[in-house]
C-alpha cells in the first residue's frame, strides 16, 4: 500500500470506463479517496465526458463515497475558435469546487485521482489545478498502453457499456453493447482500419461502467438507441441498483 500525505483524496468522476478505472486503482493503492467530482456539462465540451453522467450518482452510491455533482451552464464548445481558451473557461467551475472541497474536508485536499490517457490539453490543466492545491495528481492510466488498459479492466472484472459512438467503423450495433474480449477484438480490427482509438480516446465511444470490484451493486439499465446515421447514443429510460 502507498503512503499518501495527510489530509483527503477526490477523484474526477465521470462514471466511464477511465475514470472508474482511476478511482479503483487509487482505492487499491491506498489513496483515501473521501469525494467523487463529477461535472455535468450542459452541451459538448472539451475538457469532460458529456453522455450519461447523470448516472455517476448511482456509481457513486455504489461504491460508497461521497459524491459533489457541478451544473455549469452550456460551455459554448460547438463555436469555438480558440481551443486553450475553452479548455481554460471550462476549468473555472472544476476549480471552483475543488476550492470548496479543500475548505471543506479535514486536512484539505492531498491528493487528485484523474483518468487521462493520453491529451495534454487535459492533464496539464489538472496539473495546474493540483499544484495550485500543493496537491499529488495520481493518474494511473496516463501514456499506458490503451489495449493493455482494456485488458486489464476486463481482468479486473469492470462491466463496461457502450454509450455513445462517433467514429467511422462503429455503427449502432455498438450501442449499449458490452466491451468484452470480443469488442476488444473488433476494436484493435478497427484501430488497423479506421483509426479508432481502443480507449475512445478521441472521442470514438463513451462508455459507462455498470459493475466492478469496487462497487457494492451493479448498475442496470433500460434504454433505447438514438442513430442519426454517423453517430449515436443511448438514452437511458430506467436506470436502478441491482
Known amino acids: 500500500m502507498t503512503e499518501t500525505a495527510?489530509?483527503?483524496?477526490?477523484?474526477?468522476?465521470?462514471?466511464?470506463?477511465?475514470?472508474?478505472?482511476?478511482?479503483?486503482?487509487?482505492?487499491?493503492?491506498?489513496r483515501p479517496v473521501e469525494?467523487?467530482?463529477?461535472?455535468?456539462p450542459a452541451g459538448d465540451s472539451y475538457m469532460y465526458h458529456v453522455p450519461a453522467t447523470e448516472l455517476a450518482r448511482l456509481a457513486a452510491e455504489s461504491v460508497d463515497i461521497p459524491l459533489l455533482e457541478v451544473e455549469p451552464a452550456d460551455f459554448g464548445a460547438g463555436d469555438v475558435t480558440d481551443a486553450g481558451a475553452q479548455g481554460d473557461r471550462e476549468l473555472e467551475p472544476l476549480a471552483a469546487a475543488l476550492d470548496e472541497l479543500d475548505t471543506e474536508l479535514d486536512g484539505g485536499i492531498a491528493g487528485i485521482v484523474a483518468g487521462a490517457v493520453e491529451s495534454e490539453f487535459q492533464t496539464s490543466r489538472i496539473e495546474r489545478?493540483?499544484?495550485?492545491?500543493d496537491a499529488?495528481?495520481?493518474?494511473?492510466?496516463?501514456?499506458?498502453?490503451p489495449v493493455d488498459l482494456a485488458e486489464a479492466m476486463l481482468e479486473a472484472?469492470?462491466?463496461?457499456?457502450?454509450?455513445?459512438?462517433?467514429?467511422?467503423?462503429?455503427?449502432?450495433?455498438?450501442?449499449g453493447r458490452q466491451l468484452d474480449a470480443d469488442a476488444l477484438a473488433e476494436l484493435r480490427e478497427l484501430n488497423a482500419e479506421y483509426g479508432v482509438h481502443i480507449?475512445?480516446?478521441?472521442?470514438?465511444?463513451?462508455?459507462?461502467?455498470?459493475d466492478g470490484p469496487h462497487m457494492d451493486r451493479p448498475?442496470?439499465?433500460?434504454?433505447?438507441?438514438?442513430w442519426d446515421?454517423?453517430?449515436g447514443s443511448i438514452r437511458i429510460e430506467n436506470a436502478r441498483l441491482g
Not at 469525494?35 to 455535468?40: A, I, Q
Not at 489545478?129 to 492545491?133: E, G, M, P, T, V
Not at 472484472?157 to 450501442?175: H, N, P, Q, T
Not at 480507449?199 to 455498470?210: I, M, S
Open 199 to 210: 480507449l475512445g480516446e478521441g472521442g470514438e465511444f463513451e462508455t459507462l461502467v455498470t
Open 157 to 175: 472484472g469492470f462491466e463496461i457499456r457502450i454509450v455513445s459512438v462517433s467514429a467511422a467503423g462503429l455503427d449502432e450495433s455498438w450501442l
Open 129 to 133: 489545478l493540483a499544484d495550485r492545491l
Open 6 to 30: 495527510d489530509g483527503a483524496w477526490v477523484s474526477l468522476f465521470s462514471g466511464g470506463k477511465d475514470s472508474s478505472w482511476a478511482l479503483y486503482r487509487g482505492l487499491e493503492d491506498g
Open 136 to 145: 499529488e495528481l495520481y493518474a494511473p492510466l496516463w501514456q499506458r498502453d
Open 229 to 231: 446515421g454517423t453517430r
Open 35 to 40: 469525494r467523487l467530482l463529477t461535472v455535468h
Open 219 to 226: 448498475i442496470e439499465l433500460e434504454y433505447t438507441t438514438e
